[in-house]
């Protein structure tokens, strides 16, 4: 296991409340992500950071907000949930490969969020 | 721009049928190459990887070779049981000269059932 846990598990929440998502990380990784899985779509990138405070779009940013104030921990904010943002939300961290670049993702559980 | 496309499935099979699910991808350069399983309410777990042309990633009688001439790795296995049921991603890493961020370019997933 990659050390990574996602809180809560999940979340039924109403329309028009903020709801935030945390992730929690003891691999001690740069880099994190939120990603959002829907039937149809795969797996989307809503945001990720490379380190403690920097943070950059993904392809579906919009009305989601992120903060990370330490290494470990990298919160997803919904400012005003909408059902559309009804989805299972997944976090991950990477760790580049030793040899040919890039990197390697590891996933959390997962948040199922529900919004009525 | 990077970009994944993998057989959208569903594939059913018997047990201890042969398996392939493909997948092909356009990528500046040489990305790393990866494919993911996610069980049923789980997240997803790296099955295995290949970070340059014609290197072989298994894992769990799972193979796939990254074949640069026909920009594909697909997924193989001999012989399926029961317990391979799932949903499969292709992803790839785009080669760290390319500058930017780590992220991965994931496919929209291929579910497998297999029967007894």
């Known amino acids: 296991d990659a050390g990574i846990t996602q809180s809560p598990r999940h979340k039924v929440t109403e329309t028009g409340t903020p709801v935030t998502l945390r992730c929690h990380q003891t691999e001690n990784h740069r880099y994190m992500y939120w990603y959002r899985q829907d039937p149809g779509h795969g797996l989307r990138l809503i945001h990720y950071?490379?380190?403690?405070?920097?943070?950059d779009k993904g392809e579906v940013s919009d009305g989601y907000s992120v903060s990370r104030s330490k290494t470990e921990d990298f919160l997803l904010t919904l400012e005003s949930a909408t059902s559309s943002q009804t989805s299972v939300y997944f976090c991950?961290?990477?760790?580049?490969?030793?040899?040919?670049?890039?990197?390697?993702?590891?996933f959390g559980p997962g948040t199922r969020l529900l919004v009525l | 721009g990077n970009s994944v496309t993998q057989m959208e499935g569903p594939v059913t099979l018997s047990e201890e049928a042969f398996l392939t699910i493909n997948c092909t991808y356009t990528?500046?350069?040489?990305?790393?190459l990866f494919w993911y399983v996610q069980y049923p309410g789980e997240g997803l777990q790296l099955l295995l990887k290949?970070?340059?042309?014609?290197d072989k990633g298994s894992n769990k009688g799972f193979e796939a070779t990254y074949r640069k001439e026909t920009t594909s790795f697909h997924l193989e296995k001999g012989s399926v049981q029961v317990s391979d049921s799932a949903v499969y991603f292709c992803?790839?890493?785009?080669?760290?000269?390319?500058?930017?961020?780590?992220?991965?370019?994931f496919g929209k997933g291929t579910k497998l059932t297999v029967n007894p």
């Open positions: 290949a970070t340059k042309a014609d």
């Open positions: 950071s490379y380190g403690v405070k920097d943070t």
């Open positions: 992803a790839l890493s785009p080669p760290q000269t390319q500058g930017g961020s780590e992220k991965l370019v």
């Open positions: 990528a500046t350069g040489y990305p790393s």
């Open positions: 991950a961290i990477s760790q580049p490969l030793t040899s040919g670049g890039g990197e390697t993702q590891y």
